[in-house]
């Protein structure tokens, strides 16, 4: 849900603004990223009248183009191999939790040059990109949030770009991305502000711009816990799959985001001229109780017959 609604941002502020949206799938954790989810998310958007210019593009066909960036980083000595697990790091002493990060890592490694992999034989590691040389904030404009200023001693120190054997990791390969997409606005949840600093970072090291980010509050149930997969029963997908009516969701979300007082079944479309960021609210957004229990028992045809008083609150 929350990512729909983050599309549709997204979506609108491209459309009003004349710019080109491009679908991208970061699907490189292929346990998460299984096919028929993918072609579920794809047909949710486009069940929603939600668009595209450019892709879907997956990460998981672009691995040549993130393993040269990684290349790149350790030409210049940006990165060192790190063999620390996660049990290292959590009983080192000297690692205080980062900001919302769990715990920074403590340079057990960060000693280390690139060149020092070629002498690690077979052992496991990862690829760490140096914080610790910076001193000064990370700071950027967001969209929504207004400037936003990060102290890298609290991002969690020297962080991961890329596994031995396993590729790049996401930071690393939305970067690429970007830059190659030629993307200059970046809408995501607000879950994301600590990546933002860390790709900041990169974005330099590789020698790009950065695009404008802009984080939105995630959305949340009625016990104000983050909809996550307990919550299956809200899901687009079964949303879909009852027959609600996508025109009554896009209603709500455009309610959500300060432009409406009321839940209007409408399209993406109509509601371009009428964007507006500076509406949206920086507070989570809470999903009515009443579109979750549509998708636990009400009947689609119910929905469809009074679109506006299903919906009210």
């Known amino acids: 849900m929350g990512h729909a609604r983050t599309f ?164 690393l390969a939305v970067v690429v991305d970007d830059a190659l997409m030629g993307v200059t606005q970046v809408i995501r949840g607000d879950d994301l502000v600590p990546s933002t600093p860390r790709q900041i970072l990169l974005y330099e090291a590789l020698g790009y711009s950065h695009p404008r980010f802009g984080h939105v509050p995630l959305a949340i149930g009625p016990d104000g816990r983050r909809l996550a997969k307990r919550d299956g029963s809200i899901k687009l997908a079964t949303l879909r799959e009852r027959g609600l009516d996508p025109r009554n969701l896009i209603g709500i979300l455009a309610r959500s985001c300060g432009w409406t007082d009321r839940p209007e079944p409408s399209r993406p479309a109509d509601w371009i001229s009428r964007y507006d960021g500076a509406r949206i609210p920086t507070t989570p957004w809470m999903v009515p109780a009443e579109l979750i229990q549509y998708g636990l028992t009400t009947e689609a045809r119910r929905a469809q017959r009074r679109p506006e008083e299903e919906w009210e609150r």
């Open 8 to 171: 549709l941002i997204a979506w609108l502020g491209a459309r009003q603004a004349g710019g080109k949206v491009v679908l991208r799938i970061e699907d490189l954790d292929a346990a998460r990223a299984r096919a028929e989810a993918i072609d579920s998310a794809v047909a949710d958007l486009r069940w929603l009248g939600l668009d595209w210019d450019e892709g879907p593009f997956l990460q998981s066909r672009r691995t040549d183009l993130y393993e040269d960036a990684l290349g790149r980083l350790r030409e210049a000595d940006l990165v060192y191999p790190c063999t620390c697990t996660r049990a290292d790091i959590l009983r080192a002493a000297s690692a205080p939790h980062a900001e919302d990060e769990g715990p920074a890592y403590p340079g057990t490694c960060a000693g280390r040059s690139a060149a020092d992999a070629d002498s690690l034989g077979d052992r496991p590691f990862a690829w760490r990109f140096r914080v610790s040389p910076r001193r000064e904030p990370v700071v950027w404009d967001d969209l929504f949030l207004g400037r936003v200023a990060k102290d890298p001693a609290r991002l969690g120190g020297d962080f991961v770009v890329g596994r031995r054997g396993a590729g790049a990791s996401y930071q």
